[in-house]
């Protein structure tokens, strides 16, 4: 089975860029430094994936990134025998691997996974810290270095899919939003090259779009997208059609909802 996952050695190339909201970086810092679990909540595109990826690389620890989905089971995470060659052989899963290196384990959006990841995951988050591999017999002890991280986006939880109470106390909670508007300005300076009268306008259309939110649209414009816009129009797209395809068509399939959120194009973005 092909599995979205990216593994990073920490310490190659630059660390990714990311500006803090507050105090999340001390705090992932303090986690892994006394062995940790954290567990990451915000909507989508907020930066979880991105402020992961930048204290993997801070820390110097390689990271493992698993994007959860509905067919992820167990065996996914920790491993499975193979056939090659005219023989089986063990094939370690992200988690196994991640657990014997001392990385970082990221699992996104895990509520998505099927509930029985968390017979894996209950005795790597409590002060056991092993990983049974039962169809090898074979049990790993977690080093002090590697860290268990998961996210999810809490407005998309529904009796169904949803983190067990039990399951959450297990970890560090930290909680991220959408950033505060000089951020998310510099964000996109940062990363497109756009100027700042034009970042300025596209956080302040943000603003207005995510206002809609639990209102017209399940979610507000995500920094992603505004990326994207920003993207768009410095390679040479009309401003308006840039917004349209990055903000207003990801966000509804609704005819009159992308009418409504155009209006608030034109109100803030120059043709």
């Known amino acids: 089975m092909d599995m979205p996952v990216s593994d990073t050695p920490g310490g190659v190339g630059a660390t990714p860029f990311y500006l803090p909201q507050g105090g999340e970086i001390e705090l992932f810092e303090r986690a892994h430094r006394n062995a940790l679990p954290i567990m990451i909540k915000g909507p989508t595109g907020c930066g979880k994936t991105r402020f992961v990826t930048h204290m993997a690389a801070r820390l110097g620890r390689p990271l493992y990134t698993v994007s959860c989905h509905d067919d992820l089971t167990a065996a996914d995470l920790v491993g499975r025998h193979l056939i090659g060659d005219g023989e089986t052989y063990w094939s370690d899963g992200p988690l196994a691997r991640a657990v014997r290196e001392g990385a970082i384990c990221y699992l996104d959006e895990v509520v998505e996974a099927r509930k029985d990841i968390t017979v894996v995951l209950h005795p790597l988050t409590d002060d056991r810290r092993m990983l049974p591999i039962e169809r090898t017999g074979e049990l ?13 986006n809490p407005g998309y939880q529904n009796l169904l899919k949803g983190m067990k109470p039990s399951t959450r106390q297990r970890f560090v909670g930290l909680t991220l939003g959408f950033p505060a508007a000089q951020v998310e300005t510099e964000v996109l300076m940062r990363e497109t090259g756009i100027d700042k009268p034009l970042a300025e306008r596209l956080v302040a259309l943000a603003a207005g779009l995510r206002s809609l939110q639990d209102h017209d649209l399940e979610e507000g414009a995500s920094t992603r997208l505004l990326v994207y816009a920003a993207t768009l129009m410095l390679d040479g797209h009309p401003p308006r059609e840039a917004c349209r ?25 120059q043709s």
């Open 245 to 269: 395809a990055a903000l207003v068509e990801p966000l509804s399939d609704d005819p009159e909802t992308g009418q409504a959120l155009m209006d608030l194009v034109d109100a803030h973005i």
């Open 140 to 152: 790993l002890l977690a080093p002090h270095e590697f860290m268990l991280v998961v996210s999810y």
